[in-house]
């Protein structure tokens, strides 16, 4: 087909309503989770931790994760539970074993555990557990909250990126 045949085939489709971006669905920027840990230990450091101990994976885990929402959802988090307290994060990938030959499928944990510190209102840790539970379910993860003496638990399971 020649140019102005092209032309004349383009011009002659039915014209769909809205803009092509409006169709496409925005995704997240793909982020490591050595940098949304740095980001949570900048953020709990700053808001007055006595101690934050990490570990994370030698090998890569990028995520699927609102980064900016993220740190929004961390700082509040940050503010009502961190002052004085000892916080260890342990990010990981758990693996789920699927059975196709296309590898392995998982997500990435990041198990947050806060110890000691000041005693803060309820409805802080209320407000700051909702901001993240939103961020995440909005990528499809999924949070899980324990808490007992002295000591707040999270695990937050986040969306991998997969290499195909």
């Known amino acids: 087909m020649n140019i102005a045949g092209r ?3 383009v011009q002659s489709m039915p014209h769909r309503g809205g803009s092509r971006a409006a169709h496409e669905r925005e ?8 940098r949304l ?3 949570l ?3 709990l450091l ?6 934050v101990e990490t570990t994370i994976p030698d090998r890569p885990v990028r995520l699927m994760i609102d980064e900016e929402g993220m ?3 961390f700082a509040t988090f940050g503010n009502a539970v961190a002052r004085g307290a000892v916080v260890t994060i342990l990010g990981d990938l758990v693996r789920i074993e699927t059975g196709e030959t296309d590898g392995d499928k998982g997500c990435a944990l990041l198990s947050i555990s806060v110890t000691g510190g000041q005693a ?6 209320r407000d700051a557990l909702s901001a993240l539970r939103g961020v995440i379910k909005k990528q499809s993860g999924f949070l899980r909250f324990w808490e007992g003496r002295g000591e707040i638990r999270l ?6 990126v997969h290499n195909p």
């Not at 995704?27 to 050595?34: E, Q, V």
């Not at 695990?155 to 991998?160: I, N």
């Open 7 to 9: 032309s004349a085939a």
């Open 27 to 34: 995704y997240p920027a793909c982020l490591g989770i050595d």
């Open 37 to 39: 840990v740095e980001n």
């Open 41 to 43: 230990c900048a953020v």
């Open 46 to 51: 700053s808001a007055g931790a006595g101690k």
């Open 71 to 73: 740190d929004e959802a």
């Open 120 to 125: 803060v209102a309820k409805t802080g840790v």
């Open 155 to 160: 695990s937050l399971y986040l969306p991998v």
